[in-house]
């Protein structure tokens, strides 16, 4: 029976571990709106290449298991979505989380994933800067390229033949604050690309605007995953 009840209470004290770690990730999750374009449906989800929304529609491509719009070079505003292009699931929360983050740029951050094969350049230039702009109804406009808060290649990157890739999170408040925020009923979010290279392709796919977590909820979360990592080594030492 002693063995039982201490049995329970380990138990019990997993549970509430566990609980407190699920807390936390809820309340991560629940801070606010959010939008992910993964175009995992094999459709660019209404990014159209060109600053404008009667542009062709972006090209999608597999890249070692995910879905990018592949954008070639051609100006500045190389492709967008907004509120009248934007489909598949994005569609439903597009609005509500460019507002959101527009409304309270200190509590979003803008994040996205590149892909860069330098071999398929046809001339490389001597640099390549990516990013991001934000675009709302108003007429507001902001940008955030190249280095520190986008993409930067310098001439013997572009000149290598290799592959640059990774992920680019851009805190919201980058992009100043919009007088007309509160206000706004259309958005467009874009893509920059600047360079001096011909035949220049970059690949974006996982692009969000998700809320930033708080220190205190990231600290519950973390305090919970620790509690049950502990009661499980305890439990079957």
């Known amino acids: 029976m002693k063995i039982q009840t201490i049995n329970s209470n380990k138990t019990k004290i997993t549970s509430l571990a566990a609980a407190a770690a699920l807390l936390g990730l809820a309340a991560i999750q629940a801070q606010g709106q959010s939008v992910l374009f993964s175009f995992s449906d094999n459709t660019a989800d209404g990014w159209v ?11 999608v491509v597999n890249i070692a298991g995910n879905n990018y719009i592949s954008i070639p070079i051609g100006g500045f505003q190389v492709a967008n979505v907004n ?5 598949g699931a994005p569609a439903s929360s597009f609005n509500a989380a460019m507002l959101a983050a527009l409304n309270n740029p200190a ?8 892909y860069i094969n ?6 490389p230039g001597t640099y390549l800067q990516a990013g991001m702009f934000v675009n709302p109804g108003s007429g ?5 390229y190249g280095s520190p808060n986008g993409v930067q290649l310098n001439g013997t990157q572009v000149a290598s033949g290799s592959v640059f890739s990774g992920t680019v999170t851009v805190p919201f408040s980058v992009f100043g604050t919009d007088p007309n925020a509160a206000t706004e009923t259309s958005f467009r979010l874009g893509i920059i690309e600047n360079g001096d290279g011909t035949g220049v392709n970059v690949d974006f796919c996982n692009i969000s605007i998700t809320p930033a977590p708080e220190p205190t909820t990231l600290a519950l979360a973390g305090l919970g995953a620790m509690g049950c990592l502990m009661m499980f080594r305890r439990r079957f030492a």
Do not use: I, K, R
């Open 83 to 87: 509120s009248t292009t934007v489909s």
């Open 118 to 123: 330098t071999s398929t350049f046809t001339t």
């Open 140 to 144: 507001y406009y902001s940008q955030a």
């Open 107 to 114: 509590g979003y951050n803008l994040s996205y994933n590149y």
């Open 49 to 59: 290449n060109g600053g404008f929304s009667t542009s062709p529609a972006s090209t």
